[in-house]
């Protein structure tokens, strides 16, 4: 089962940028459709964007409503890592951030279809 590492969480401003990395070990990275959720205290775990393997190292990239256009998410096979870019940042994005990795195909969104999981990073967003 692949092992997987967020980083890049902290503390920003409305309005402000962050971007979180997941590195991935211990499988064969480009095998697996990775996915970021978010989990706010007292809130379910929510998806928030996926990136769906599509041939040799093309994907398929998926977004929440809350986050298009804002968040964009991006993976690199040779480097064994998936990144998200998030911007224009509001307070409701604040939540610990989960990498999570799959080996079934299907573009799924349902954090129940993940096999694999990160630590988590906290990300808050301050007013």
């Known amino acids: 089962q692949v092992q997987l590492v967020e980083s890049g969480g902290g503390l920003v401003q409305a309005g402000g940028s962050l971007r979180l990395s997941c590195t991935a070990s211990g499988g064969t990275f480009s095998s697996y459709d990775m996915g970021w959720f978010r989990q706010a205290p007292g809130k379910e775990r929510e998806f928030v964007a996926s990136?769906?393997?599509?041939?040799?190292?093309?994907?398929?990239?998926d977004y929440a409503d809350s986050v298009k256009g804002r968040f964009t998410i991006s993976r690199d096979n040779a480097k064994n890592t998936m990144y998200l870019q998030m911007n224009s940042l509001k307070p409701e994005d604040t939540a610990v951030y989960y990498c999570?990795?799959?080996?079934?195909?299907?573009?799924?969104?349902?954090?129940?279809?993940?096999?694999?999981w990160g630590q988590g990073t906290q990300v808050t967003v301050s007013s």
């Open positions: 999570a990795a799959t080996l079934g195909s299907g573009r799924s969104t349902w954090y129940g279809d993940f096999d694999s």
């Open positions: 990136a769906s393997r599509f041939g040799r190292s093309a994907y398929y990239a």
